[in-house]
């Protein structure tokens, strides 16, 4: 916890990735929704595109993990780190608690760019809770993810690098903002069983956002199956590459 105080201190210093974290989903929001929503379902397509800009958004925060490890690597402070009495994951777990507060306050505002373009929470309140905490559960993995590429780049150039050659693919080939059923034949299977379009349709499902027929999902088991499939895909995120990330991170600090 002291590390993760210590990272969201170290954002009063770089107001500009604080930005840029919550100017990003606020620009597809608005290009998404008023580029394409009046061919692909107007009101409802907007209600639509709210869960996989959720989704979107907590996987593009997985790219400040990785950039403030390989930063922290680049400016010596792992080093001091080392020296200290402390658990050799906690410099890592530290920095993905004070990213997922990071990615609390980007769906915050997320959802408030939401309500204006006319997205609304149609479900219980009690669904629009499990929806956003189900959201930052996968929020966690993905930081993992970041986490150990950061590790493995060790250079903030790197790191930059690095994060667009998987985040593009993983956010892209999903249902996050149009319907699987259109892609070709292998590309629709990975985007149907795709973590961010099981989280994607999750959310939808519990805010209670139907699909217009334009971008409605087809009948499978990853769609039928979202709320569990996508907290089955996140659990396992964390089991594979916490330990991969740790692993990294004590063999660089024997180093």
Known sequence: MIIAWRNLLNLRRTPGSVIAALIQPLMFVLLLAYVFGGSL???????????????QAVTFNASF???????????????????LPMPRGSVILGRTLSDLAMSAVTLTVTSLCG???????????????????????????MSWVGATVGLVARSVEVAQSAGLVWLFPITFVSSAFVSVTSMPGPLRVVAEWNPVSATATAARSLFGNDAPAAVAPPQSWPVEHATGYALVCALGVIAVFMPIAVGRYRRIARG
């Open 65 to 83: 993990t990785a950039i403030g490890l390989a930063s922290d690597m680049d400016k010596g402070m792992v080093d001091r780190f080392r020296a």
């Open 115 to 141: 309500l204006l373009v006319g997205w609304r929470v149609e479900g219980t309140a009690l669904d629009a809770a499990r929806g956003y905490l189900l959201v930052l559960v996968f929020a966690f993995a």
């Open 41 to 55: 379902g107007g009101d409802g397509y907007r209600s639509f595109l709210m869960g996989g800009i959720f989704a």
